[in-house]
């Protein structure tokens, strides 16, 4: 059976009370400190002050360790809002403020599908907000929000930690490349670069996620009219 079946096993009160819930929060807790790699059963069991061994009786690998914090953070992602434009919206907004709450969140999103409850529920939750488009439009209108909020978020979470490794803001790194940057413009071999450095809009983070993701509604509220 997959973790999510499993029972657990009979409450022990001594050497220390276990539960997965306590092992994932432990886990969480390690991971929002400092990241993924500080994240092994050993460790988590040094948290809870029990032995590594104990932890196998209510996991068996890692990766199920894994599992269950991207399913706990899940739990913070619920859309809301009426029709399927607020509903991609919200489910969105959720997602990344979830992944800036717990940075790690970042590296596990995507690939194989997450199949924990807290999961499922967040995307019934889509699934039902669009229910009126039919099935093929709504499964590729999901799908295709999801790979952009996947990417910008992990592009958001890749420049948070490139300023904490260089010790350097977004404002001092241009300031730092700013000469190079000039220099090169200047040779003339990147006319529409140089317009888009000099002229472009230059929006923070915020502004540049809600943007893109209105250009995707906008071209899926297209799609639909067309």
């Known amino acids: 059976m997959?973790?999510?079946?499993?029972?657990?096993?009979?409450?022990?009160?001594?050497?220390?009370?276990?539960?997965?819930e306590r092992i994932v929060r432990a886990a969480i807790g390690l991971a929002d400190a400092d990241g993924l790699e500080a994240v092994s059963l050993r460790k988590?069991?040094?948290?809870?002050?029990?032995?590594?061994?104990?932890?196998?009786?209510?996991?068996?690998?890692k990766d199920e360790l894994l599992d269950?914090?991207?399913d706990e953070v899940y739990a913070e992602i619920r859309p809301s809002g009426q029709g399927w434009r607020e509903t991609l919206r919200s489910q969105a907004e959720a997602t990344r403020q979830a992944a800036h709450r717990h940075e790690w969140f970042a590296d596990l999103l995507?690939?194989?599908p997450h199949l924990g409850p807290n999961t499922l529920a967040a995307g019934d939750a889509v699934a039902a907000g669009l229910g009126g488009l039919g099935l093929e439009v709504a499964v590729p209108a999901i799908a295709a929000v999801q790979a952009y909020v996947i990417g910008a978020v992990r592009r958001e979470i890749a420049e948070r930690?490139?300023?904490?490794?260089?010790?350097?803001?977004?404002?001092?790194?241009?300031?730092?490349?700013?000469?190079?940057?000039?220099?090169?413009?200047a040779t003339g071999r990147y006319?529409?670069?140089?317009?888009?450095?000099?002229?472009?809009?230059?929006l923070d983070a915020d502004r540049t996620f809600r943007a893109g993701l209105d250009f995707l509604l906008d071209g899926i509220g297209a799609r639909l009219a067309g």
């Open 2 to 20: 997959l973790v999510w079946e499993r029972p657990e096993p009979p409450h022990r009160p001594v050497p220390g009370p276990l539960s997965r």
């Open 44 to 61: 988590v069991a040094g948290v809870l002050g029990v032995g590594p061994m104990r932890l196998y009786g209510y996991l068996d690998t």
């Open 68 to 70: 269950l914090m991207v």
């Open 110 to 112: 995507g690939g194989r």
């Open 161 to 185: 930690r490139a300023e904490r490794t260089t010790g350097l803001d977004k404002e001092q790194w241009r300031a730092a490349a700013g000469p190079y940057l000039r220099r090169m413009l």
């Open 191 to 202: 006319p529409a670069l140089t317009e888009v450095v000099h002229d472009g809009p230059h």
